[in-house]
């Protein structure tokens, strides 16, 4: 059965404090990763596809990394308005669904 | 940009009631999902639909339908609402299954 867990529950940072959000994941034939931004009482905004391991990519100041059993979400220098919870949905085979992940609630304090 | 347009985004219902929820797309994409988000159950999909007419049910469609009759519609039905659908809804679309899923506002619906 595909799985993810992701840490921590919750991370609290101060202003410029640069940290990392963890994905592990279980999947039979990965086709894609996926990271997005959720606000409260809104909804999930995407963020980064990963399609393989190995694979990068950056917006602003955040940088997703994969490897072939997690992903990483890399805050660098954050700022309050980064507070949100941060979810990973992974997607396996032929025919699977989405698979998300309990998600990671940041609070940037200034 | 996609946009994903949700048709309310605070709805309260009695028990009993049948509930629409409508969800619109201006992408063209062929794929649109429909999920509840509950605290601690995280995102759950309910049913989905691959094109015009055409679903699938998700892991928790008990309780609920759907109906696509345009590509750019994807409707939820609650025919009887009941206290345990009290949740946040969720629409979202992608050009494929396996690929990247966008999403709507939400709607939060309360059942009392």
């Known amino acids: 059965e595909d799985q993810v867990t992701q840490s921590p529950e919750a991370l609290r940072l101060q202003e410029g404090e640069s940290s990392s959000l963890n994905c592990s994941y279980t999947?039979?034939?990965?086709?894609?990763l996926f990271w997005y931004r959720q606000d409260p009482g809104k909804g999930p905004e995407f963020l980064f596809t990963?399609?393989?391991a190995g694979e990068e990519k950056e917006k602003e100041r955040l940088k997703a990394t994969l490897t072939k059993k997690e992903s990483f979400l890399h805050i660098t220098a954050p700022k309050p308005e980064d507070s949100a919870t941060y979810l990973c949905?992974?997607?396996?085979?032929?025919?699977?669904?989405?698979?998300f992940g309990p998600g990671t609630r940041l609070s940037v304090l200034p | 940009d996609v946009k994903v347009t949700q048709s309310s985004r605070y709805l309260v219902k009695r028990t009993g009631e049948k509930v629409f929820l409508e969800c619109v797309q201006d992408?063209?994409?062929?794929?649109m999902f429909w999920y509840r988000q509950d605290p601690g159950l995280g995102l759950r999909l309910i049913y989905f639909?691959?094109?015009?007419?055409?679903?699938e049910k998700g892991d928790i469609p008990e309780g609920y339908s759907v109906s696509r009759e345009k590509k750019e519609r994807f409707s939820l039905i609650l025919e009887s609402a009941s206290t345990n659908q009290t949740s946040m809804y969720l629409c979202a679309t992608g050009r494929i299954r396996t690929d990247t899923q966008y999403f709507g506002p939400g709607t939060r619906l309360t059942v009392l």
């Open positions: 992408m063209d994409h062929e794929n």
């Open positions: 949905a992974v997607v396996g085979g032929y025919g699977q669904n989405f698979v």
């Open positions: 639909s691959y094109d015009v007419k055409m679903k």
């Open positions: 990963l399609y393989s």
């Open positions: 999947v039979s034939g990965l086709r894609g």
